[in-house]
């Protein structure tokens, strides 16, 4: 079993839907918890992140976190087409090393 | 500030050919890495520098070298490339545990 698992895709939502992309992680000494976005032919940037559970807000991204459950999500509200890419969930118990997930391809139609 | 730089964008081997993978940041941070990027098996860690003069495997290190050369500078070798190391790679740097800075990618097929 992965130590993140993430569904490929791809997801395709019309301009304006709320999108919702997740991952499931087996391991509890996990702390961090990171959103990166992708484009084609791109290396990967930062979104956002959260240390330990709850929740947190940029814009028109929120990141949730719930340890209880070991599941991490990204929600994006108000979709554009400059939204379609891959996004990669990672996680680290606090050390450098990170554990990716294999990334979800999400394209938004006009 | 150009951030994390890669070269070359392209690189194409022949089995048994020897290469090194050239990574530059110019944010000061102190850990750099190495990933390789397939399909269906996502980001995977090569290796990683914690600070200059300091380097650790990471998940997939066999058949690659790498050298801090100075706090800049990481590099990456391939002595003997195989077609199994066909991958798009991507050097990182952080100065937090929660953000890595990337670069934008060799890639690199071996026939």
């Known amino acids: 079993q992965k130590e993140v698992e993430q569904d490929p895709g791809p997801l395709s939502v019309p301009e304006g839907a709320i999108v919702s992309l997740n991952c499931t992680y087996s391991?509890?000494?996990?702390?961090?918890f990171m959103w990166y976005r992708q484009y084609s032919r791109k290396g990967p940037e930062l979104l956002m992140y959260?240390?330990?559970?709850g929740n947190k807000e940029d814009g028109r991204f929120t990141a949730q976190v719930d340890k209880s459950s070991k599941y991490i999500s990204l929600f994006i509200r108000d979709s554009q087409p400059s939204d379609s890419a891959t996004y990669l969930c990672?996680?680290?118990?606090?050390?450098?090393?990170?554990?990716f997930g294999t990334g979800t391809r999400l394209k938004v139609l006009a | 500030n150009a951030g994390v730089t890669q070269t070359p964008k392209f690189q194409v081997l022949k089995t048994g050919q020897s290469m090194t993978l050239q990574c530059a940041q110019d944010?000061?941070?102190?850990?750099m890495y190495w990933y390789r990027q397939d399909p269906g098996m996502g980001l995977r860690l090569i290796y990683y520098?914690?600070?200059?003069?300091?380097?650790d495997k990471g998940e997939v290190p066999n058949g690659y070298n790498v050298s801090r050369l100075n706090k800049r500078e990481f590099s990456l070798r391939l002595e003997s490339a195989a077609p199994s190391q066909t991958s798009v790679y991507f050097c990182?740097?952080?100065?937090?545990?929660?953000?890595?800075?990337f670069g934008p990618g060799t890639r690199l097929t071996v026939t």
């Open positions: 990182a740097s952080s100065k937090t545990v929660y953000e890595q800075y």
């Open positions: 391991n509890s000494a996990f702390q961090y």
């Open positions: 959260t240390y330990s559970s």
């Open positions: 990672a996680t680290t118990s606090g050390t450098y090393k990170y554990i």
């Open positions: 944010m000061n941070h102190n850990s």
């Open positions: 520098s914690a600070s200059e003069g300091t380097t």
